[in-house]
Structure formats: C-alpha cells, structure tokens
Nanobody
C-alpha cells in the first residue's frame, strides 16, 4: 500500500523557519509530481507548491520567495523549506503525489500541523 508520511511540523515564531519532509513508499517516486497543500481552519485546502518529475517548480503567490520545494529521488522524499513564516501560514500541511499521464494515480499524506505564533 502506498504511503506518504509527513514530518517536520511544529510551533514556530513569526519570522522563523521550518522544513517539512514527506517520505513516499511503494511508488516509483521519480515519475510522480509532488506537491504540498495546506488547509487552515474553516478554509479550503490550497496548493502551496509543486515540483514536477522534471524538477520544475511552481508556487502559490502567497509563499513565493519564502518557501522552497525540492525532491531527492534517491530517498523518495520531497521537502518544503519554509522561511520568514507568518501567522497566516498556520495550517495542516499535506503531501500529495500525482502520477504521470500514463498512470492516473493520486495519493495524500496524513498531514502535519504548522503553527506560527508568538
């Protein structure tokens, strides 16, 4: 069974940094586009950042310049480096794996809480 396991969440002060990790198992990781989403209380889940199979990246406007998504295909892991954190970044962060065009698969992790507060 496919598993995406997030880690690295926690409580941080405004202006601080956190690095989230998502370890994938039982997928051919290098062929999947990997994304981070987040969901704040009372709000819809929103896309934060995506890294394609090719390594190209895209970011939500709200995190551009502060967050960096990266992947290590040898470790089957995707990362989200979050700098200059703001209270409005508080949310549960979810890892997503989307399969290539020839394999329409879509998987989610269980989520990790990020709280930005003084």
């Amino acid at each position: 069974q496919v598993q995406l396991v997030e880690s690295g969440g926690g409580l941080v002060q405004p202006g601080g940094s956190l690095r989230l990790s998502c370890a994938a198992s039982r997928i051919t990781f290098s062929t999947y586009a990997m994304s981070w989403y987040r969901q704040a209380p009372g709000k819809k889940r929103e896309l934060v950042a995506t890294i394609a199979r090719t390594g190209s990246t895209n970011y939500a406007d709200s995190v551009e310049g502060r967050f960096t998504i990266s992947r290590d295909n040898a470790k089957n892991t995707v990362y989200l480096q979050m700098n200059s954190l703001k209270p409005e970044d508080t949310a549960v962060y979810y890892c997503n794996a989307r399969g290539p065009p020839w394999l329409p698969a879509n998987y989610w992790g269980q989520g990790t809480q990020v709280t930005v507060s003084a």
